[in-house]
Antibody
């Protein structure tokens, strides 16, 4: 059974940093690209970032480029999202998801990030 | 970036009714269009990938069609458990944009 478990969310002040993790199990982790999608309270889904299966390529939404860094450790079946210079508008539930050939086919339960003073 | 326009933004329908949600993209995306269902407080779940490929375990009352810039999600006979918000998403170009969502309610 595919499982994705996010952690690391919480309350942080504007300008602060936070690192999210997502531990994967139930599939060959190193064979899949992975992605982060976020959802601000009461709003729709926003794609944030994607990392290739081997970790050599990363892609970001313009809204987070230069502030967020996506990485993975295939030996630990875990992905990470380092978030720096956080802003109020980054407040959201962050979901990690597996990226198959066509869609984001499995999702974690999400972790809440709140940026507020 | 590819813009996604879903309609309607909300929809109220009766149990057993046929429901159609549309998604229009700002440029041609071939068939790289997915549909997700999100129930309140839950993570999204992919229903249909590549325009019309039903994901494993998804009821056959869900179907997808379209190509180019115009796509449709159809529920042939609405059931109470289908109450959710539905999102389209393009996988043609990064950034992988989502539609704004269609909130489906029971009348």
């Amino acid at each position: 059974e595919v499982q994705l478990l996010e952690s690391g969310g919480g309350l942080v002040q504007p300008g602060g940093s936070l690192r999210l993790s997502c531990a994967a199990s139930g599939f060959t982790f190193s064979s899949y690209a992975m992605t982060w999608v976020r959802q601000a309270p009461g709003k729709g889904l926003e794609w944030v970032s994607l990392i290739s299966a081997a970790g050599g390529n990363t892609y970001y939404a313009d809204s987070v480029k230069g502030r967020f860094t996506f990485s993975r450790d295939n030996s630990k079946n875990t992905i990470y999202l380092q978030m720096n210079s956080l802003r109020a508008e980054d407040t959201a539930v962050f979901y990690c998801a597996r990226s198959s050939a066509y869609a984001f086919d499995f999702w974690g339960q999400g972790t809440m990030v709140t940026v507020s003073s | 970036d590819i813009q996604m326009t879903q309609s309607p933004s909300s929809l109220s329908a009766s149990v057993g009714e046929r429901v159609t949600i549309t998604c229009r993209t700002s440029q041609i995306i071939s068939t790289y269009l997915n549909w997700y269902q999100q129930k309140p407080g839950k993570a999204p779940k992919v229903l249909i990938s590549a325009t019309s490929s039903l994901q494993s375990g998804v009821p056959s009352r869900f179907s997808g069609s379209g190509s180019g810039t115009d796509f449709t999600l159809t529920i042939s006979s609405l059931q109470p458990e289908d109450i959710a918000t539905y999102y389209c998403q393009q996988r043609y170009n990064i950034p992988y944009t989502f539609g704004q969502g269609t909130k489906l309610e029971i009348k």
